[in-house]
């Protein structure tokens, strides 16, 4: 079976263009994300599909295309890396490992192994931070944690800032999407104050 229309259910078998879905990995609040089979190369990947019932949010799919821009402009061992980009689906590497919210739940860390991946995080997000890019959206659930290192995730929600090292020649990452007086990001993890606002919010959480 081919996908071709975003309606389609995806299941084990469908095909993305030349990546055939194996089974689902997980899914957040801006995708659905499986892993799949590039048959062209033979090797396991990550795609990450915007869900049929958004794909049709014309804001939504710009949010998504912005987040195939910013990653691509990101090449950095502790960054998930962007291999391909279809309709309304990405192909990224597929890590192997357990993220650190789920880590978390299985007891303490080694202070030593809790330093390195601190480190690994703060050079990924000063790497994007250089080209201009806030996450917004730092959890311990975008954190993977594999044999080579953590991997920073999921740049859905990440913003163009005018700090950057390169952003005034970069202009990867699109203008801000956000409607006025919505608040993006988890709620648990924002940065104290980044919430406060004249008028009720609309959280959009994940």
Known sequence: ???????????????????EVIAPLGAGGMGEVYRARDTRLDRSVAVKVLPAEL????????????????ISS?????????YDVGDDYLVMELLEGENLADRITRGSIPIEQL???????????????????????LKPANIMLTKSGAKLLDFGM???????DDAHTDATVAKSLTSEGTIIGTFQYMVSGSSSRE????????
């Open 1 to 19: 079976m081919v996908y071709s229309d975003c309606s389609v259910p995806i299941t084990p078998g469908t095909r993305l263009g030349p990546y």
């Open 55 to 70: 794909a049709h949010r014309a804001e939504l799919r710009a949010r998504f295309e912005r987040e195939a821009k910013t």
């Open 74 to 82: 990101l090449n950095y061992p502790n960054i998930c890396a962007l």
């Open 115 to 137: 330093l390195h991946t601190g480190i690994e995080i703060a050079d990924a997000l000063d790497k994007a931070h250089r080209r201009g890019i806030v996450h917004r959206d």
């Open 158 to 164: 990440a913003k163009e800032s005018p700090l950057g």
């Open 199 to 206: 008028s009720a919010p609309r959280l959009r959480g994940r």
